[in-house]
């Protein structure tokens, strides 16, 4: 899964998006900064 995939998910999913988010920590610090 890419960076831009996690972000339209955080973007479109809200809770599920973050609870993904914290999976792919290493790609989504940036998201959930």
Do not use: C, D, P
């Not at 995939?5 to 973050?18: D, Q, Y």
Request: charged share 15%; no cysteine.
């Amino acid at each position: 899964m890419t960076f831009q995939e996690i972000a339209a998910l955080v973007r479109n999913s809200g809770r599920w998006g973050v609870t993904l988010g914290y999976w792919k920590n290493n790609q989504a610090e940036f998201v959930l900064n």
